[in-house]
């Protein structure tokens, strides 16, 4: 292996990569572009659930209820209706996802009985959010019982019992304020990568017998890995300064707390970068054409890191089967080791075993990917 | 000139098929140092995939090439060391600029570092590109670039280049100009393997190889193919739609061959000077009056319009 050819290329492949503004744009554009959708657009977190309220008695008990539903951060009341059809209607075009329904005699049941009944309906199309909200709606109620029943002991001159027999003391440890933000934005920064960095080399080779310019650079002395070395080291300085674009967005624009070190940072995101430019690359020296190359390379990255890196859905949950999937997913390891560099500041010995596993992909990719090009036309 | 032990190709019983089309069916020749051998043949011949096999693009089928002694299936990165090329299609990068396409390919043949600038400066001069240094390749017309690309083939010294069709669609000043850069590289001792389908090209070449269907029907001076390939008379028929007449020409007694050349017919006779006025006297006496026929000098057209008809008729295909 010369140096000197791999550099020739570096610097050819550079030039190329500078006066090609698409090649420009994928690089530094669209990685900016998708930590800002993806950040924004993927959040766990339920809260502001569309409300519509129903009140079929307007007594001073059941506007207090209501009133507690509008206090409450999980519930955003949207409309007050004024009858049934109302309310249905709103809860097919999806306006709203929980409905309460307040009967009259509510209050006169408190009164008398001692007990009422609310009427939840809820649309449970997606039965995550449907879950939360009963759920949400059930604290809110319990909480008005609580006080109704304080109430009426104090009434009578009793005295309240006020401490619990059993609490639980939770203490949430890494992500405190069980941001779902600060476990996704790492996940994000790993798809990103994975997405862009194999699109980048997708194009390099296809490029070449696209244009024809294959066909002189094969009848020059050129060796495949020299050839490799020098096409992607351009990228890898690219897909670098990508991901430091994207760490940064994440600690400074998205407020993930960044609890880790900076070297076990680069360290492993240099592999998983090494790990996607090499399918990139493979991918291209497969199919040579352009358009056809970067669609692979973009199903080959980004459907493996959404769904099966555990990245946004918890791998433990998955079927055996799929969990042994996920193995030979690189973004596997990388959201891992990010997560736990973001969040718990895990250095390179806590993640021996991820660290060791990506390097493993990268070196088995690296051999791939060097040896899928063949100098010949036939 | 060609053979022996100076010989800087050897091409023996070359064949190459993709599938069940034989696109080389074997070739056998030679070529020695500073030879420019030429291949003419029509589009789809083979010539390009013979050159891609000589600068070890393409694996053969069958049959040995030896490229500067070295065997192109055994160590073609060798061969490639000591070849320069020039594919048919412009294969140099549009949005580099002239200078920054001759350094990538002086540093992907390893010309060493302090002889590059002046190799550089050669090749530039050569191409006649001086003042357009930095001008990306995409924005120079035609002729331009070919000399470019040549300069990029010539930059590490090769011993031999292949050049495929240096100058399709080139226009004729710049065609010449080309062609004087090719001989002067010839007179330095490269042999120079050179495509063509322009016939007229094929008069510059030290030798010309006729391919055609993957055949090589001829090889020689073009002095020798258009004398002793033909092995006759050529006489040219002139007369307002002569050209209609050429089944009758034919059948006429003595002719050999006809062909269609512009708007005269060139006959193919055993005897010039006996045919000429027996074919005026046999046109009339078949209503066709006042045609001329007279004794000329075979082209290289002549020649290989007949060789590609006989070597046709030979192997029983439809021409």
Not at chain 1, 61 to 67: P, V, Y
Not at chain 1, 265 to 271: A, Y
Request: hydrophobic share 50%; charged share 20%; aromatic share 8%.
């Amino acid at each position: 292996m010369k140096l000197r050819r791999v550099k020739a290329i570096a610097v050819k492949e550079s030039l190329q990569i500078v006066r090609d503004p698409r090649s420009l744009m994928i690089a530094l554009l669209i990685p900016l572009m998708q930590m800002f959708m993806l950040g924004y657009g993927i959040n766990l977190d339920i809260k502001h659930i569309p409300l519509c309220t129903y009140d079929r008695e307007m007594s001073q008990q059941s506007l207090g209820l209501l009133k507690r539903f509008e206090a409450s951060r999980y519930f955003t009341l949207r409309k007050t209706a004024q009858d049934y059809a109302e309310l249905t209607r709103d809860i097919d075009d999806s306006s709203c996802t929980i409905a309460i329904v307040i009967p009259a005699g509510f209050s006169q049941g408190l009164n008398d009985a001692g007990t009422g009944t609310v009427q939840a309906l809820i649309d449970g199309t997606d039965s995550n959010t449907a879950n939360i909200a009963a759920n949400y709606a059930r604290a809110v109620i319990s909480g008005f019982s609580g006080d109704l029943q304080l109430q009426a002991i104090q009434r009578r001159g009793g005295t309240v019992q006020t401490l619990t027999p059993v609490d639980v003391q939770a203490r949430v440890w890494f992500n405190e304020n069980l941001e779902s933000r600060n476990y996704i934005i790492p996940g994000i920064v790993a798809l990103v990568m994975a997405i862009v960095g194999a699109q980048l080399t997708s194009l390099t080779i296809a490029r070449e017998w696209e244009r024809g310019t294959m066909e002189l650079l094969v009848s020059t002395p050129v060796k495949p890995l020299e050839l490799m070395l020098g096409k992607l080291l351009p990228y890898f300085a690219i897909g670098m300064l990508d991901a430091a674009i994207c760490l940064a967005l994440a600690v400074f624009w998205f407020d993930v707390p960044f609890r880790g070190t900076l070297a076990t940072l680069l360290f492993t995101t240099s592999l998983f970068l090494i790990v996607v430019l090499c399918i990139g690359y493979y991918v291209s020296v497969s199919i040579r054409s352009q358009v056809g190359a970067s669609q692979v390379a973009l199903l080959l990255t980004m459907l493996p890191t959404i769904l099966l890196s555990g990245f946004a859905f918890p791998i433990d949950q998955m079927p055996v089967f799929v969990q042994g999937i996920t193995y030979l997913v690189s973004g596997r390891y990388y959201v891992t080791i990010l997560k736990s560099v973001f969040l718990k500041g895990a250095g390179a010995v806590e993640l021996a075993v991820p660290i060791l596993c990506l390097a493993l992909y990268a070196v088995a990719l690296v051999v791939l990917a060097a040896r899928s090009f063949r100098k010949t036309l036939d | 000139m060609a053979g022996g032990a100076g010989a800087q190709i050897i091409v023996d019983g070359l064949v190459k098929r993709f599938g069940s089309f034989v696109a080389v069916d074997g070739v056998s020749f030679d070529v020695a140092r500073g030879e420019i051998m030429g291949f003419l043949g029509p589009n789809g011949a083979g010539k390009s995939t013979l050159i891609r096999i000589l600068c070890g693009l393409l694996r053969p089928s069958a049959g040995r090439a030896l490229v500067a002694g070295i065997d192109v299936t055994e160590d073609p990165d060798a061969v490639r060391q000591r070849i320069g090329y020039m594919s048919q299609k412009f294969s140099l990068y549009n949005t580099l600029s002239v200078l920054e396409n001759l350094r990538f390919f002086g540093g992907v043949y390893g010309v060493p570092r302090d002889r590059l600038e002046e190799r550089i400066r050669f090749a530039i001069d050569m191409a006649g590109l001086a003042g357009r240094e930095t001008s990306l390749v995409a924005t120079l017309a035609g002729g331009w670039k070919q000399r470019l690309a040549l300069g990029a083939a010539i930059l590490h010294r090769p011993a031999i280049l292949f050049l495929d069709e240096p100058t399709s669609g080139v226009d004729p000043e710049s065609r010449r100009r080309f062609w004087d850069l090719i001989h002067t590289l010839g007179a330095e001792g490269v042999s120079v393997l050179v495509s063509t389908h322009y016939i007229d090209e094929a008069e510059y070449c030290n030798r010309v190889a006729l391919i055609t269907r993957g055949r090589l029907i001829a090889l020689g001076t073009p002095f020798e193919l258009r004398r002793r390939s033909l092995g006759a008379e050529l006489l040219s028929i002139e007369r307002e739609g002569i050209a209609n007449a050429i089944e009758l020409v034919e059948k006429a007694p003595g002719v050999h061959d006809v062909a269609v050349f512009g708007s005269a017919l060139h006959a193919l006779v055993d005897d010039a000077a006996t045919r000429a006025p027996a074919l005026v006297a046999y046109l009339a006496g078949h209503g066709i009056a006042g045609a001329t026929a007279r004794r000329i000098e075979p082209t290289m057209e002549d020649s290989f319009v007949h060789l590609v008809g006989a070597a046709t008729r030979a192997r029983g295909d439809p021409p």
